[in-house]
């Protein structure tokens, strides 16, 4: 089984319809994330949890929240999904390491098309 | 965290060395530096980090100037499965890694 798992992995809706995307890890890490990727760009930084009862906002917050429901799971919702938030979404965790490093552990993708 | 800057394309022949550049001129001190792959459309795989000095494992080497202000990931063997667009980020460890547009490498046989 992957470290980092997301689901759904495809999932096509309507405008308007809530979409609540899942992500769980069995690395034991303390920080998770979520990303977006549009077509030919990088990853944009959507939210990002660093405990159970942290979390913040990245660059692209507006129209997404997120919960974080164990130190294994952080979910992200679009309360009203618009066509413009069709793209790829991705979960990743990392850990507080000792030695000052923060390695990104990613899962697999979602991806979602809001017609 | 700092900016990187990297080329959005190179070309490298199948059995070469892939020699890409990363210039993160405003790096502080206590931030890393990371190297990123991602093939296709798949989940970002990690590949190497580095502080000052340079490290080398199983999938990469990486060189960091003296100054750390710029960086250069080395394949030693490229294969064409190697071809993927390359993100170089930089950041400490209570920070937010930030994805730039990356490299693209394309490995031609």
């Known amino acids: 089984d992957a470290d980092v798992t997301q689901t759904p992995r495809n999932r096509i809706t309507k405008t308007g319809k809530r979409i609540m995307l899942e992500c769980s890890q069995t690395k034991g890490h303390d920080r998770m994330y979520w990303y977006r990727q549009d077509p030919g760009l990088g990853l944009r930084l959507i939210y990002y949890?660093?405990?159970?009862?942290?979390?913040n906002k990245g660059e692209i917050s507006d129209g997404y929240s997120v919960s974080r429901q164990a130190q294994a799971k952080f979910s992200l919702s679009l309360e009203s999904a618009i066509p413009n938030q069709t793209a790829l979404y991705f979960c990743?965790?990392?850990?507080?390491?000792?030695?000052?490093?923060?390695?990104?552990?990613f899962g697999a993708g979602s991806r979602l098309t809001v017609l | 965290d700092a900016k990187t800057t990297q080329p959005p394309s190179m070309d490298c022949a199948e059995g070469r060395a892939a020699n890409l550049p990363c210039n993160h001129s405003t790096i502080s001190g206590n931030e890393y530096v990371y190297w990123y792959r991602q093939i296709h459309s798949q989940g970002p795989q990690y590949i190497i980090h580095g502080l000052k000095n340079n490290e080398t494992n199983e999938m990469a080497s990486l060189i960091i100037t003296e100054d750390r202000k710029s960086s250069t990931l080395i394949l030693p063997h490229a294969t064409l499965r190697d071809t993927a667009v390359y993100y170089c980020?930089?950041?400490?460890?209570?920070?937010?890694?930030?994805f730039g547009d990356g490299t693209t490498l394309t490995v031609k046989p």
């Open positions: 949890s660093f405990d159970v009862k942290d979390i």
């Open positions: 980020i930089v950041n400490t460890n209570a920070g937010k890694s930030t």
């Open positions: 990743a965790t990392s850990d507080a390491s000792l030695s000052g490093a923060n390695v990104l552990t």
